[in-house]
């Protein structure tokens, strides 16, 4: 069988399918050889055509979904999800002009359906911790357009307009919440604005501080094991959370306890961007962010990213 005839009849099998399959669903006679699967599969994935992961409840996987059909199942997925957790809150406003507190009790129950409820979605095996901003949803603020960049530059897929094909998973570092996922950002109380780590008094995040660190270890303790890989972005207040959220899991020997916290001061920061030169820190240095998604990734997917930041004219070191 030919290459073009292997890709003809993994994509029938697939479409055919209309769901999750193994890699053995997909060598039926006459089929191409488990080779030859493999090599259309990579394929397909590269292009965003086909997505892959712990896709079937009770199977280990890996199974693969034409990327369309797998779309529409991941927005109904995350629809419940935050109809869920909207209707566990007690709908209890805060005081008029403040912000929400950590201990506010829809904050506490948003926390504990994360922990309790919530399933990380199948496709994504990365995990990248982002810090939060002042603008609301996060993945719409100036700082996560650079960070949404770097994972873009690295798999070829934005995390908020191609979540569904995206191998990423960002969950942000909420200062008032805790974790915050993409695909939650915009229930309530994630919506809600106010200050972050960096406006708080010292006091307010010497206070703030073990318990957010807490609810991230939290987070990766009951979803840890969805992810193959890990690393966090978060600078100065948000560093020290993330960095306090590491020891307790070095303590407890977590396999993702050695996840990087970037910024690194004396790491590659972007030094042009086509024509322009960078000033804030996030255009600066989210080219650590996307190195690291880089290194996660096969020799091909790699080589594509590298293809990727020349076509963006990056002058980085």
């Known amino acids: 069988m030919t290459r073009a005839e292997a890709r003809a009849a993994v994509v029938a099998a697939l479409l055919q399918a209309g769901g999750p399959v193994g890699p053995g669903d997909l060598c039926r006679e006459p089929a191409p050889t488990p080779e030859q699967v493999a090599e259309t599969l990579r394929g397909l994935i590269a292009e965003g055509l086909v997505v892959t992961g712990r896709l079937l409840p009770g199977s280990p996987g890996p199974h693969y979904c034409w990327a369309a059909r797998w779309k529409g199942q991941e927005e109904r997925s995350s ?10 809150q007690s709908g209890e406003a805060a ?19 994360l922990l309790e409820e919530y399933r990380p979605p199948a496709t994504k095996r990365l995990l990248v911790l982002l810090q939060c901003s002042v603008r609301r949803p996060f993945s719409a603020s100036p700082s996560h357009a650079a960070f949404r960049r770097a994972l873009k530059v ?3 897929f934005d995390p908020r307009t191609e979540a569904h ?10 200062s008032r919440i805790g974790p915050v996922p993409y695909d939650l950002e915009s229930t309530h109380p994630a919506s809600v604005g106010g200050g972050g780590v960096k406006h708080f008094s010292q006091m307010e995040f010497e206070d703030a501080l073990p318990i957010l660190a807490r609810r991230i ?3 990766l303790h009951a979803h840890g094991g969805s992810y193959d890989h890990a690393c966090a972005f978060g600078e100065g207040r948000y ?4 960095e306090a ?5 070095r303590a407890a020997n977590h396999p993702l306890a050695s996840m990087p916290v970037f910024p690194w ?17 996030w255009d600066v240095f989210w080219i650590q962010l996307a190195l690291e998604v880089m290194s996660w990734l096969t020799v091909d997917q790699q080589e594509a990213a590298c293809r990727r930041l020349v076509e963006m004219d990056v002058e980085y070191g």
């Open 239 to 242: 560093g020290e959370v993330f």
């Open 245 to 249: 959220a590491k020891l307790s899991l």
């Open 217 to 219: 270890d939290d987070y």
């Open 79 to 88: 629809r419940e999800a935050a109809r869920q957790v909207t209707d566990a």
């Open 165 to 174: 094909q995206c191998p990423v998973h960002v969950v942000v570092l909420a």
């Open 154 to 156: 690295a798999t070829g």
């Open 265 to 281: 001061a004396s790491g590659p920061r972007v030094r042009r961007l086509g024509g322009k030169t960078p000033m804030k820190y």
């Open 95 to 113: 005081p008029s002009g403040t912000p929400l507190r950590l201990d506010h009790p829809d904050v506490v129950t948003y926390n504990r359906f």
